[in-house]
């Protein structure tokens, strides 16, 4: 149990171009999201928390209009680079938390190349 | 958060166990050690935490000192699929998930 999806696994756009990366977690209600980024040889930094219904709460630092995420419901958080240039070229974590459990449980990843 | 430190890298002969240690000096009283590890190009995988009693599960054992200083990852019998970054992290346990922040982690290789 406790399954974390992403969709695309990888992405390859234009720069200009907006790009929409989804979480799912499976078989279980997430009641918040996390996004995070990780840049090549790096670690993980986390982008933004995101609880569904609510409105994203963003790390110093990350552009909120520039990467918009939406949690629409208690299964699926969206992220939506927009706008993107090369430097957004990362490797997109998802992790999900349900209620009263203090794990999260992470999705394999998104790799957006942006050419 | 209390900050951690741990070594850059680590190697590891296959079968036999592999110590991770963690330095966390500056941990608060409400604070617990979690472990991740992360194979390369996947996502973060969840191993152990604990607060201040020895820890064991079917990955792993977690060893944290008496005044929860410091720590120490044991996976007893390492393979070649441990090889992978081991994250060392600590924070409060809030009763539900909250944002963990990494570090620079451990680079464990396990080897023939």
């Known amino acids: 149990g406790a399954v974390v999806s992403q969709h695309p696994s990888w992405v390859i756009c234009k720069s200009g171009t907006s790009v929409k990366i989804e979480c799912r977690s499976l078989d279980f209600q997430a009641t918040t999201m996390f996004w995070y980024r990780q840049f090549p040889k790096q670690s993980l930094m986390l982008m933004a928390t995101s609880n569904e219904g609510s409105k994203a709460t963003y790390e110093q630092g990350v552009e909120k209009d520039k990467f918009l995420i939406n949690h629409a419901s208690l299964t699926l958080s969206t992220l939506t680079v927009t706008s993107a240039h090369p430097e957004d070229s990362s490797f997109y974590i998802c992790s999900a938390g349900r209620l009263a459990v203090y794990e999260q449980y992470f999705g394999p990843g998104t790799r957006l190349t942006v050419t | ?112």
Not at chain 2, 90 to 108: H, N, Q
């Open chain 2, 1 to 112: 958060d209390a900050k951690t430190t741990q070594p850059t890298s680590m190697d590891c002969a296959e079968g036999r166990a592999a110590n991770l240690p963690c330095n966390h000096s500056t941990i608060s009283g409400n604070e617990y050690v979690y472990w991740y590890r992360q194979i390369h190009s996947q996502g973060p995988q969840y191993i152990i935490h604990g607060l201040k009693n020895n820890e064991t599960n079917e990955m792993a054992s977690l060893i944290i000192t008496e005044d929860r200083k410091s720590s120490t990852l044991i996976l007893p019998h390492a393979t070649l699929r441990d090889t992978a970054v081991y994250y060392c992290i600590v924070r409060p346990y809030t009763g539900t998930a909250s944002k963990l922040t990494f570090g620079t982690g451990t680079r464990l290789q396990v080897t023939l």
